[in-house]
């Protein structure tokens, strides 16, 4: 075998058994300090990284863009999985203007202030507010586990997390097609360009899943059952593949057929005798996933680069948190007068905006496409992924309880007074 061949597979072998390594030690002081597993996984990509310099992948490298793009379709794919069609209906309305709109509103916010505080050109700050304006499945679901919300919030907040990464996803690709001049764009031209490539991944997406639904989960006719989880690998990857082949969205046709997937039983499909089987390599396949976005996006950080950007992009941050994300709430909680949306209910919404994987990783392929200004939307979009999840996530449990949303074992849900 050729010595070079054979460096790069030693490399990637050592590689993967030390973010394992660091993961699940991490991971269990993750368990002992109740705090998101991304969070650790970010510090210990930093200590591999920075501090002992046992990690040195760069994020233009083949290996780096692979475990993101990998990364990010199955994690999508599983978010899609994980709603249930059923729980949308009362409030659909919230779950959609939150899910394009209001991307759209947090991009724009964002996007402001990163321009006047960052001195980033437009279409860059753009470019920033795209990738940092969705929320994060991968985060929220594991809290949601250990602390039981009403169930309106939480499947409300759950939809729009897995819904708008798909649309942040669309939007950033976008935007780095303008930049890098392979398409010439106007307002509605880009538009159209938008709904084009977000309705085709959408509707690839449903027939890619609902084929391979119905070829695992048909009793008669499913000769993939024996093949189940499998098939749910090959539905992923198919339909991201499928979408980038016809000029799509990948993402949103991976993330649509994990939507068809999770919801087999609408579609008069049985998937009950797997669901167990499903859940559990699901939820090790996610946790695999996380670990190499996260180790190695913290092992890339630019230190000197935040410190010099430290308190205009913490300014940044704020608005983001604090101003971007109450205004996208407002407005599009709103107009949803059929779901009689609590005073309490929006307040947590509010704070619920974790930031996580898919950021991390369209921060990581945004890098390697070589596009300007990158290493200081890399370091802007590290501070927003640690700073949510260190502060928002670790404490949604917390304001759950002082609002009245948490529902414990056995007790009936009630609507609360919505005070502190």
Wanted: aromatic residues 10%; neutral net charge.
């Amino acid at each position: 075998m050729d010595n070079t061949i054979t460096h790069l597979i030693e490399h990637i072998l050592i590689l993967l058994v030390l973010i394992f390594g660091l993961g699940m030690f991490f991971g269990k002081v993750a368990q002992w300090l109740k705090l998101p597993d991304v969070a650790l996984f970010l510090i210990a990509g930093m200590l591999a990284g920075q501090a002992f310099h046992w990690i040195n992948e760069s994020s233009t490298s083949f290996t780096n863009q692979f475990i993101l793009v990998i990364g990010s379709t199955l994690i999508l794919f599983d978010g899609g999985r994980n709603i249930k069609l059923a729980g949308l209906r009362q409030v659909w309305l919230t779950v959609s203007l939150l899910s394009i709109p209001g991307v759209l509103i947090t991009c724009g916010t964002v996007a402001v202030v990163a321009h006047l505080l960052l001195d980033l050109p437009w279409l860059y700050a753009l470019l920033l507010g795209a990738i940092i304006a969705s929320t994060d499945p991968a985060t929220l679901i594991p809290v949601f586990k250990q602390v039981k919300i009403r169930t309106k919030v939480r499947e409300t907040v759950e939809s729009e997390s897995a819904f708008n990464d798909a649309t942040a996803s669309i939007l950033t690709f976008s935007l780095i097609a303008i930049i890098l001049g392979t398409q010439e764009v106007s307002l509605m031209s880009g538009t159209l360009d938008f709904v084009k490539t977000a309705l085709g991944g959408l509707l690839l997406g449903a027939a890619i899943g609902y084929v391979m639904t119905f070829m695992a989960a048909h009793l008669k006719l499913g000769f993939l059952r024996d093949y189940t989880t499998i098939a749910m690998v090959v539905t992923s990857l198919g339909a991201y593949m499928a979408g980038e082949m016809i000029g799509v969205s990948g993402f949103m046709a991976t993330f649509t057929a994990g939507l068809i997937w999770g919801n087999a039983e609408t579609f008069k499909l049985n998937m009950q005798d797997k669901r167990h089987e499903m859940d559990h390599f699901s939820e090790n396949i996610t946790v695999i996933m996380r670990m190499l976005i996260f180790i190695l996006l913290g092992s890339q950080v630019n230190f000197p680069l935040i410190l010099a950007h430290f308190w205009t992009s913490l300014g940044v941050i704020f608005v983001f948190m604090f101003i971007a994300r109450p205004l996208t709430v407002l407005i599009c909680t709103w107009p949803d007068r059929k779901a009689k949306w609590r005073r309490n209910e929006i307040l947590f919404m509010f704070w619920v905006r974790e930031t996580g994987v898919i950021p991390a990783a369209l921060c990581g392929m945004v890098a390697g496409m070589g596009v300007a200004h990158s290493d200081l939307i890399a370091s802007v979009t590290f501070m927003a992924v640690l700073i949510t999840i260190l502060f928002q996530a670790s404490t949604t449990a917390y304001f759950a309880r002082k609002l009245g949303l948490e529902v414990k074992p056995g007790e009936p849900e009630t609507l609360g007074n919505g005070k502190f």
